[in-house]
């Protein structure tokens, strides 16, 4: 039977370090990701999944159980890359790089239009407002729901579906205006 986090979180702050490693093992990848979608530096993501751990080591005494665990470590994760963030004063965020989704059928012309899309789609959500890059990039790279994205930004629930609304109609209009640059 799988020990629950909480088990795990109680097993840790009683000084079990094999406990920890189970927390990493569990949500490596869903730190790792939210932190390579969060930041444009692609050589610092190691580096600042490894400060997001730290982190959740040095705060498992003030978890709430009350929260999912997944939850209260993607919100330590988000605070840390929005601070890092703000310190850099940058202004734009990539999305992760979309994989290769083609199959081995495609044309080289038609896997270079599906790449630029793809590139726009990530320069369109890098142009956007922090505010709503993020709730963009923890719901659909991240598949964050909304309440769990309210969670880690603190904001109510009306925010968030209203900032979720508003991005997708700022990049709708981005990407509908750079298609009809094309057809052009």
């Not at 994760?77 to 999305?95: E, F, H, Q, Y």
């Amino acid at each position: 039977m799988e020990v629950s986090d909480l088990e795990l979180v109680q097993q840790c702050l009683s000084g079990d370090s094999d406990a920890f490693s189970e927390i990493i093992a569990r949500y490596k990848k869903l730190i790792y990701s939210v932190v390579y979608n969060m930041m444009p530096d692609k050589q610092e993501v190691n580096d600042i999944a490894q400060e997001v751990f730290i982190r959740i080591y040095k705060s498992l005494g003030r978890y709430n159980p009350e929260y999912k665990f997944s939850t209260w470590s993607v919100r330590i994760a988000t605070n840390l890359c929005l601070d890092m963030l703000r310190k850099k004063k940058i202004n734009s965020v990539p999305i992760e790089e979309i994989g290769d989704t083609s199959s081995s059928t495609d044309t080289p012309e038609a896997n270079y239009i599906k790449n630029e899309r793809s590139r726009q789609i990530r320069k369109a959500i890098e142009e956007l407002p922090e505010k709503y890059r993020v709730p963009i990039i923890l719901f659909h790279q991240n598949g964050l729901s909304y309440e769990e994205i309210t969670k880690v930004l603190n904001e109510p629930m009306t925010i968030v579906k209203n900032r979720l609304y508003r991005a997708r109609l700022m990049l709708r209009e981005k990407l509908s205006s750079i298609r009809e640059e094309e057809v052009l």
